[in-house]
T-cell receptor, first 116, second 117 residues
Framework: GAVVSQHPSRVICKSGTSVKIECRSL??????MFWYRQFPKQSLMLMAT?????????EQGVEKDKFLINHASLTLSTLTVTSAHPEDSSFYIC????????????FGDGTRLSIL | GNSVTQMEGPVTLSEEAFLTINCTYT??????LFWYVQYPGEGLQLLLK?????DKGSNKGFEATYRKETTSFHLEKGSVQVSDSAVYFC????????????????FGQGTILTVHP
C-alpha cells in the first residue's frame, strides 16, 4: 500500500528555534499534501493544503508566516515552524493524496514537537 | 458546511465482543466516506472506505456500509481483539457532482476503543 514517511518523529528544542518537518510519499506521486495538528485526545485540525509547485492554502486562523509550507516536488512537502514557542508544542501529522478523484489520503506517523 | 459526528467514547469491550461505532455526516455534493485508525503515538492508517451509496468497505474484519438515506457510515466488527485497541476516526471527503473531489477531509472527533482480554 501507499506509504508516507514523516521525519523527524520527535523534536525537543528551545523556544525561538525554527523546526522543519518533512513529509515524503515513497511509492506514489502526490500533487496534494495536507498538514494537520492534533492536540491530546482530540481530532485532527487541518492547518493547510499543500499543492506541488504553488503556494499552500491555509485554513482560517493558521498563521502562514508562522507555519511555512513548501511543496517543491511531487514526493516532498515540508512544514517549518518558525521561532517556535511552547504553545506550538503539539503532534503534527502530514498526509499525501494519490492523484485522481476519490483517492484516500495516506498519513505519516506524525511528529511530536515539544518546545521548552 | 460538512460535518461528521461519531458516537461518544470511550468504548470498552471484552475480547471477542461485537463492536459498533456510530458515524453520521452532513455534506454537500457526493462525499466519499472513510474510517481511519490511530494507534498510540502514531499517525492515521486508512482502515476502509466507500465512495458511493450502498458501497460496503471492509478490511481486517471491520465493515461499514455507506447509507445515504440515513447519512450514516457505522463501523462494525463481529469479534474484537486486544490489538484493535486504538482511536477510530470517521471522515468524509466531499465530492462535487461530476466527480471532482475536494480532497480535504473532515474528521469526526474520534472514538477511543479499549479491548480487554
Amino acid at each position: 500500500g501507499a506509504v508516507v514517511s514523516q521525519h523527524p518523529s520527535r523534536v525537543i528544542c528551545k523556544s525561538g528555534t525554527s523546526v522543519k518537518i518533512e513529509c515524503r510519499s515513497l511509492d506514489f506521486q502526490a500533487t496534494t499534501m495536507f498538514w494537520y495538528r492534533q492536540f491530546p485526545k482530540q481530532s485532527l485540525m487541518l492547518m493547510a493544503t499543500s499543492n506541488e509547485g504553488s503556494k499552500a492554502t491555509y485554513e482560517q486562523g493558521v498563521e502562514k508566516d508562522k507555519f511555512l509550507i513548501n511543496h517543491a516536488s511531487l514526493t516532498l512537502s515540508t512544514l517549518t515552524v518558525t521561532s517556535a514557542h511552547p504553545e506550538d508544542s503539539s503532534f503534527y501529522i502530514c498526509s499525501a493524496r494519490d492523484r485522481g478523484n476519490n483517492q484516500p489520503q495516506h498519513f505519516g506517523d506524525g511528529t511530536r514537537l515539544s518546545i521548552l | 458546511g460538512n460535518s461528521v459526528t461519531q458516537m461518544e467514547g470511550p468504548v470498552t469491550l471484552s475480547e471477542e465482543a461485537f463492536l459498533t461505532i456510530n458515524c453520521t455526516y452532513t455534506a454537500t455534493g457526493y462525499p466519499s466516506l472513510f474510517w481511519y485508525v490511530q494507534y498510540p503515538g502514531e499517525g492515521l492508517q486508512l482502515l476502509l472506505k466507500a465512495t458511493k451509496a450502498d458501497d460496503k468497505g471492509s478490511n481486517k474484519g471491520f465493515e461499514a456500509t455507506y447509507r445515504k438515506e440515513t447519512t450514516s457510515f457505522h463501523l462494525e466488527k463481529g469479534s474484537v481483539q486486544v490489538s484493535d485497541s486504538a482511536v477510530y476516526f470517521c471522515a468524509l471527503s466531499a465530492t462535487l457532482a461530476g466527480g471532482t473531489s475536494y480532497g480535504k477531509l473532515t474528521f469526526g472527533q474520534g472514538t477511543i476503543l479499549t479491548v480487554h482480554p
